[in-house]
């Protein structure tokens, strides 16, 4: 509702969404129970894992779309590549996380060794 005003009144939509975004955040957490808090949280986290997994699929079937249209049909070998990319990604990660373990490690928040093969397996990603 707040892009919709902004935009229709000539302003920005998304500043006045980023700043209706740090006026909830400095007064509207009085506004909720502390009973609420973790609900609130969780239903907040699951909504950003969605709207993270729906825009990667959705931008991963817009690629596949148009690799299929304008470079012809994709062959055995871009199969291939794909799964060779993957594994050399794979490994340039983990080569990263035993160089910088010793560093992870004597931070002020130490991880274990299990941590850094779960990091190193699955992947971190940002936000989008």
Known sequence: LTYIVAEWLGVSGGLAGV??????????????????????????????WTANTIVFMYSGLVAMIFAIHSLGALTGYDC?????????????????????SPLLRS?????????????????LRGAV
């Open 19 to 48: 700043i209706l975004g740090l006026i909830m955040s400095a007064v509207g957490s009085s506004y909720i129970s502390p009973g609420s808090l973790k609900a609130k949280h969780i239903f907040m986290e699951q909504l950003g």
């Open 80 to 100: 291939l590549y794909s799964v060779i990319l993957y594994l050399c990604l794979s490994a340039l990660r983990t080569v990263g996380i035993v160089l910088l």
């Open 107 to 123: 931070s002020a928040y130490p991880v274990s060794y299990t941590e850094l093969a779960l990091v190193s397996f699955s992947g």
